[in-house]
T-cell receptor, first 109, second 112 residues
Framework: RKEVEQDPGPFNVPEGATVAFNCTYSNSASQSFFWYRQDCRKEPKLLMSVYSSGNEDGRFTAQLNRASQYISLLIRDSKLSDSATYLCVVKTGRRALTFGSGTRLQVQP | GAGVSQSPRYKVAKRGQDVALRCDPISGHVSLFWYQQALGQGPEFLTYFQNEAQLDKSGLPSDRFFAERPEGSVSTLKIQRTQQEDSAVYLC??????????FGQGTRLTVV
């Protein structure tokens, strides 16, 4: 079983839709959580950190449920430019970041 | 530029050939990471340096893979006797004090 699991998608949604991605992690000692975005043939870039209280950055909302070891990302009012792969990422102790396989989003006009 | 720089961007190697991939991290970044990304997958951890010390190499898939960072700045990932299953994008990332990692554009290795 992979340490970070994500639905690979693809999620095909129309512009303006709201879409949610979920992720689960297996190591209860993980202490930091992130969503990275990766465009096709590009490097991953940090989208946002995820805090226990939930956090919002414009159209993006991230939630963390430590008891269920579950992380989510909600995108409201989807734009064509949101089309990308969204990587769920956890950090455990002093280890390097551990990435999920990614969820592909395609926003259609 | 001020970002992480990797070279070459593309490398085609014949099976059995040795390759060396270079990473120039962001100046002053203490931590440096190597990841391997296969098509349709997320980045898989290979190894991690803090300054010149290799603190974790648990992700290196075999003893054909070797990484070094002798002066705590530039790092080289070497793959000996390349195999077809080594074909992937090799990503280098660096970070300073926080957990955010800044990635280079990667080296796309194709073994034929």
């Amino acid at each position: 079983r992979k340490e970070v699991e994500q639905d690979p998608g693809p999620f095909n949604v129309p512009e303006g839709a709201t879409v949610a991605f979920n992720c689960t992690y297996s190591n209860s000692a993980s202490q930091s959580f992130f969503w990275y975005r990766q465009d096709c043939r590009k490097e991953p870039k940090l989208l946002m950190s995820v805090y226990s209280s939930g956090n919002e950055d414009g159209r993006f909302t991230a939630q963390l449920n430590r008891a269920s070891q579950y992380i989510s990302l909600l995108i409201r009012d989807s734009k064509l430019s949101d089309s990308a792969t969204y990587l769920c990422v956890v950090k455990t102790g002093r280890r390097a970041l551990t990435f999920g396989s990614g969820t592909r989003l395609q926003v259609q006009p | 530029g001020a970002g992480v720089s990797q070279s070459p961007r593309y490398k085609v190697a014949k099976r059995g050939q040795d390759v060396a991939l270079r990473c120039d991290p962001i100046s002053g970044h203490v931590s440096l990471f190597w990841y391997q990304q296969a098509l349709g997958q997320g980045p898989e951890f290979l190894t991690y340096f803090q300054n010149e010390a290799q603190l974790d190499k648990s992700g290196l898939p075999s003893d054909r893979f070797f990484a070094e960072r002798p002066e705590g700045s530039v790092s080289t990932l070497k793959i000996q006797r390349t195999q077809q299953e080594d074909s992937a994008v090799y990503l280098c990332a660096s970070s300073h004090e926080g957990p955010e990692a800044f990635f280079g554009q990667g080296t796309r290795l194709t073994v034929v």
